[in-house]
């Protein structure tokens, strides 16, 4: 019972997900999914670091780089499918995070959060000058999938659905591997950190390698989604894979969202992809503008994020703590 | 020898406008311990006072320095007092982030505003440079240069010789025994950070007519304003003086000697292993 009624909400959530791409034909609200997605998994990466651990990251735009790059270049330099380069640029930005988290993690607090800063425009402007590997800002362009077939049948990649499938696999794996962090060991080491790391330190958590593990986890992500968006956009540059910006959108679904809340993420990132696609018509940029005023707006008066105070109001109405 | 003492003199003057950006966000951090991430969007806003200044009403940028200079300093304060006072006890991470929201907001705002072209100031007396020792100056460079040590001096003479600057180094050092000691301790932080705009409104301002000016500039001078705090130790008024210097020197004899494509670069790396090495500064002052 107890196993069914944890379960449940994440079964029925799996069942919603599939029925998307058979209950929508638009191609346009399509897109429009992948895209929440696609930020799910951005801003649940973010959040396994940012919410769980406490540590504010400004430069998760490195580790999605990272990914992309590797991704694309595996494929167009290698031969190799995108279905096996995302995993892939997923596993390079958990590697390239071991030494950063090394770097990195010797701070704390707001000192931590401007190194990341700091690599994360290291990163981009290594990206912008090596041309031999990263092709500098012309960057790489994908012209035609490699064929594919599933049961018989030929993937059309013209078509919105093969993408949908790998973003909501992509999301299913971010949501249950921050819902297992939730609940296990290394999950409750995150929140003694967060609260109180010398304290942490002093029950015999060794934070610096707890923090590296979920940084890793973070990474690995974040480079995935990095190898998704390459996938599905087809397109790799500096400007698009490592900018500033890119760093704030997973900050801000985060936050929106829920710190530190498994769910979170899906609602931030529903909100962040309604506020982009609304006011994009109207006016470039504008976007970022109600990112900044909502960013506000819920550090104000509602710290614990969308996500968090629908969980606190449900949680009442139990009569729970 | 002389592309030396060229680039040398170059990043001199470029670095004492560095130091007073990365002054206003050190006394904010030593006052509040906050570090406001929206601090390079008040440059921003100084540049394109500036400009606005001269494009609208003909107005020299250095003079128009007495216009922009106490519209920031309330501008800070109104900031302080209606924005960022409720969220300060929250704790330094929804800080961060709030401060993150709010430079995003005015970033963008701007960006709406005045489009995202890059834009020049033009002076009658900028065309060409003077020649002292054979080493080329831009006179709005060494103007501004002038005027920013002027100001950093008055600056030092408000901390060091008056109650009130008094106050704010006795909040800075310890918030407790200044309140304790009859210090309003809110009246400081809403004072200090008006400072803290105001300085870095004036350093956009005397910065204007050496740059170019876009709405997102202020993304590139924070990072480099957090490059020279770390440097000096954050919260020191001297070590972000140093830290601004040699990051001007750093960059520019980089530029040369090392790649001007990694110019940025080289700062970041410097950054990284003050912060890593050194994280009270290089000069051991800050905490």
Redesign the interface.
């Known amino acids: 019972m107890k196993l069914a009624r944890r379960f449940l909400p994440a079964l029925l959530g799996v069942a919603a997900l599939a029925a998307i791409p058979l209950v929508v034909k638009n191609s346009f609200f399509l897109h429009v999914c992948i895209l929440v997605l696609m930020w799910t998994v951005l801003g649940a990466a973010w959040n396994v670091l940012g919410g769980f651990a406490g540590q504010v990251s400004f430069g998760h735009a490195a580790l999605f780089a990272v990914g992309a790059y590797t991704t694309i270049i595996l494929y167009l330099k290698g031969g190799l499918a995108p279905w096996w380069g995302i995993p892939l640029g997923g596993l390079a930005a958990a590697v390239v995070s071991l030494p950063i988290g090394f770097l990195c993690f010797r701070l704390r607090g707001p000192y931590f959060s401007l190194s990341t800063l700091a690599v994360a425009e290291i990163v981009k402007l290594v990206a912008l000058n090596w041309e031999s590997v990263t092709a500098g800002s012309v960057g790489y362009l994908i012209t035609s999938l490699p064929p594919l077939s599933i049961l018989g049948a030929s993937v059309n990649w013209e078509g919105k659905v093969p993408f949908y499938v790998a973003a909501a696999i992509l999301t299913v794996i971010a949501l249950a591997a921050t819902g297992w962090l939730r609940s296990s060991r290394i999950g409750a080491y995150l929140v003694a950190i967060r609260e109180n790391e010398d304290a942490a330190e002093a029950v015999g958590i060794d934070t610096v390698r707890t923090k590296a593990l979920t940084f890793a986890l973070s990474a690995f992500l974040a480079g995935m989604g990095g190898g998704f968006y390459a996938f599905y956009f087809r397109y790799v540059d500096p400007d698009a894979v490592a900018g500033i910006g890119l760093s704030m959108e997973m900050v801000f679904i985060a936050v929106v969202g829920g710190l530190g809340t498994v769910g979170g993420p899906l609602v931030g990132a529903v909100f962040l992809t309604a506020v982009a696609e609304l006011v994009r018509e109207r006016f470039q940029a504008g976007h970022l503008i109600f990112y900044g005023l909502f960013m506000m707006l819920v550090i104000r008066y509602m710290p614990e994020g969308i996500w968090g105070r629908v969980r606190k109001i449900i949680d009442g109405k139990k009569g729970g703590s | 020898m002389e592309t030396f003492a060229q680039s040398l003199v170059s990043g001199v003057l470029t670095g004492a406008l560095y130091a007073m950006i990365g002054i206003g966000l050190t006394v904010v951090f030593g006052v509040m311990k906050i ?1 406001n991430l929206a601090h390079g969007e008040m440059v921003m806003l100084g540049m394109f006072g500036a400009f606005w200044g001269q494009a609208l009403w003909h107005l020299d940028p250095f003079v128009s320095l007495v216009v922009w200079t106490p519209l920031m300093f309330v501008v800070g304060m109104l900031t302080y007092r209606f ?1 960022l006072r ?2 300060i006890p ?1 704790g ?3 800080t ?3 401060t ?10 701007a ?2 505003v005045w489009k ?1 072209d890059y834009r020049t100031i033009s002076l009658s007396y900028g065309m060409t440079p003077v020649r002292p020792f054979g080493i080329a100056i831009a006179v709005p460079l060494a103007i501004a240069f002038g005027l920013a040590i002027a100001i950093t001096v008055a600056l030092w003479l408000f901390l060091s010789r008056t109650n009130l600057g008094r106050a704010i180094r006795a909040t800075s050092q310890n918030p407790e025994a200044a309140t304790l000691m009859g210090v309003d301790v809110e009246r400081v932080a809403v004072v200090t950070f008006g400072l803290g705009t105001a300085l870095a409104g004036a350093a956009g301002v005397l910065l204007a007519p050496s740059l170019y000016l876009y709405p997102t500039v202020g ?1 590139l001078l924070l ?1 480099k304003c ?2 020279i705090v ?1 440097l000096g130790g954050l919260g020191s008024v001297p070590g972000a003086i140093a830290g601004g210097i040699l990051l001007g020197v750093v960059e520019s004899l980089g530029a040369v000697y090392v790649s001007a ?2 110019k ?2 080289i700062g ?2 410097l ?2 292993a003050v ?2 090495y050194r ?1 009270s500064g290089l000069f051991g002052v800050g905490k």
């Not at chain 2, 993150?100 to 705002?109: E, F, K, P, Y």
């Open positions: 570090i924005l409720k969220i929250g330094e991470l929804n961060l982030l709030y993150a929201g709010l430079s995003l907001l005015i970033a963008n705002v960006l709406f995202g993304e990072v957090f490059v770390v494509t990694y940025d670069g970041f790396v950054f990284l912060l890593l994280p």
